[in-house]
Structure formats: C-alpha cells, structure tokens
C-alpha cells in the first residue's frame, strides 16, 4: 500500500536531488527520509531512486509515481478538509500564489475579509508570475493560483484542466513623464509613442509590448526593464521614457511625475483565480476564492 507521507517523501528526494536536502526541506533527518524511501520501494517491489554521483534520480517507475502523486495529494488533501468541514472543524488551511501586482491590491482586502468571517482559517501567500504560479498548483505545490492573460493571447486554453474563477479586467494602461507632450490627454494610441525610449516590465508583460507595439507596425526601443512596478513609475517620472503597466500595478504605486493615459484602442488582460477541481471543494478553498471575487468587484483607482 502506498502511504501519502512517502508520497511527500518521494517528491522533496526528486526536487532536491538528495536524502538529506529533502530531510531538511521536510524538518526531518537523512536517514528517516531513506528509511521512508525502502519502505516505498517496497511497497510497490520495484527500485523508485538511483544513486548518479552524489545525487538521487529516478528511475522510470519513480518518475511515473512523481507524476501521479500531486494529484493523489490534492485529492486526499480535498477529502481531509471536506471531512473536517463535515465533522465540525472550523478550520482551513489555503495555500495561495499571486502575481505581485495581485498581491497588493486584490489580496490584502479578500484576506481581510476572510480571516474576519473564518478566523480560523490559515492562509499562507507566496509570489509568482504566471504560467510559473499555474505550473505549482498543478505540481500541488499551492491551493490557489491567481494568473491572467491577454485577450487574444494564448494562454487560457491551456487552463481546461482547471477550475476558472474569472475576477476582473485589467486593462493596460499608457504611463508617460508630467512634462512629456500628451501628458494633457486622457488617452493616447500605442502608435503616437514609436518614437519614445520605453521602460519595460516583467517578462511577459515585456512581450506583450512588443506584441502590442507590433501590432502598431514599430518596434519599441527598450532602454530599460525591471520586474519593479514602482521600479518602472519611478523611472518613467523622472522622464527616462514611457511605458505601459497593467492598472493593478499602479494602483497601490504613488506615481509621482507621471501621467496614466488610456490606452486607444484598449489592451485588457483577464485576472482570474485557479484551483484544482478537487480542491474547489474544499471549504476554506472555496471561501477564499468568494472573498477574492468580492474584492475584485471593489471599486478600482480611476
């Protein structure tokens, strides 16, 4: 019989690549991880790990069994919590991973809400770009994974598997210096900047510049990039270029000697949440996704 502990055990060791960095990433010794890893072998009478110098790989069958085991984890995860639910227990525990620019303007206030109606309910957040944050939750290294994607991008379709909770539109947004000709208007086309020095953003908000500017017929000449939202205003205030951000990732930014501009014709990118479908189940999983739906139907900053 396959335990779900060896489960766990098996996925640190091929990770990390060894006994011992999987004891400590697990809070455990080295040798209760090997002693862990024979019973395994046993259990299923086939070799799971190979030794390759000073690391462990697997073999075929390891491989097979990593592959099976986040959706073997999620599912007994799912009925660990809808059974506490059913007995009684008012508590949860919600892994969730966020895009930065979701993490400070979405999250704050849905974890607000939650921890005020399910004060026992834990919720731990980490930050990752999409596909990084959708490729964690499908490894069951996460609950929720908050992600987008543009429309007209591909992207969505490789979500089928999941569970989709949409949240809002973000569209981007045109950020150029307080001094800087179209300062005054409410909105700009993307082509009215060919001619501009740009400051780009993550990476694949920096492909979707190029996408969009190509779709204007120029190419944009990047004279810097940063992963820093507040990296990115600052530096176009104080007139080192133009750039476009999603709204969210302004919004929690004080834009100091930059104007925001719309964007003509607009360039919306979708925000939605994802789970897995047996953890949409869950209780505390399910709570948490209403509360980042409420928060996303929250006024947002003009």
Same mark, same amino acid.
Request: net charge neutral; charged share 20%; proline share 8%.
């Given at each position: ?48 790990? +190979?030794?390759? =110098? ?11 069994? +990593? ?7 999620? =599912? ?20 969730? +991973? ?46 929720? *994974? ?37 300062? &005054? *208007?409410?909105?700009?086309?993307? =082509?009215?900047?060919?001619?501009? &020095? ?42 080192? =270029? ?61």
């Amino acid at each position: 019989m396959i335990e779900a502990r060896h489960l766990r055990v098996l996925r640190a060791v091929a990770a990390t690549g060894s006994f011992s960095a999987a004891g400590r990433e697990l809070g455990c010794t080295q040798p209760a991880v090997s002693q862990q890893m024979k019973a395994l072998e046993a259990s299923v009478g086939t070799p799971l790990l +190979v030794r390759a =110098g000073r690391e462990m790989r697997l073999t075929q069958a390891g491989e097979a069994l +990593v592959r099976h085991a986040a959706g073997i984890l999620a =599912g007994l995860t799912a009925a660990e919590e809808e059974v506490a639910a059913i007995a009684g227990l008012r508590a949860g525990r919600v892994r969730l +991973v966020s895009f930065p620019s979701g993490s400070s303007t979405l999250v704050p206030s849905a974890l607000a809400a939650l921890r005020a109606a399910h004060p026992g309910t834990r919720v731990s957040l980490e930050e990752a770009e999409p596909p990084q944050s959708v490729d964690r939750l499908r490894a069951g290294d996460c609950d929720i *994974a908050l992600a987008f994607h543009y429309a007209g991008a591909s992207g969505a379709e490789e979500w089928d598997d999941l569970v989709v909770r949409p949240l809002l539109t973000d569209p981007l947004v045109a950020l150029v210096p307080e001094r800087h000709p179209l300062a &005054p *208007a409410a909105s700009v086309a993307i =082509g009215d900047l060919a001619g501009e &020095p740009w400051i780009a953003g993550c990476p694949r908000c920096r492909g979707q510049l190029v996408e969009v500017c190509a779709s204007a017929g120029f190419t944009p000449r990047i004279d810097f990039a940063t992963d820093d939202y507040p990296a990115v205003v600052g530096l176009v205030g104080s007139g080192l =270029g133009v750039a476009v951000l999603p709204r969210l990732a302004i919004e929690s930014v004080r834009p100091r000697g930059v104007r925001t501009l719309a964007l003509e014709p607009p360039v919306p990118r979708e925000v939605v949440a994802l789970t897995l479908p047996d953890l949409a189940k869950v209780p505390a999983v399910a709570a948490t996704l209403d509360e980042l739906a409420r928060a996303a139907e929250r006024p947002r900053t003009p």
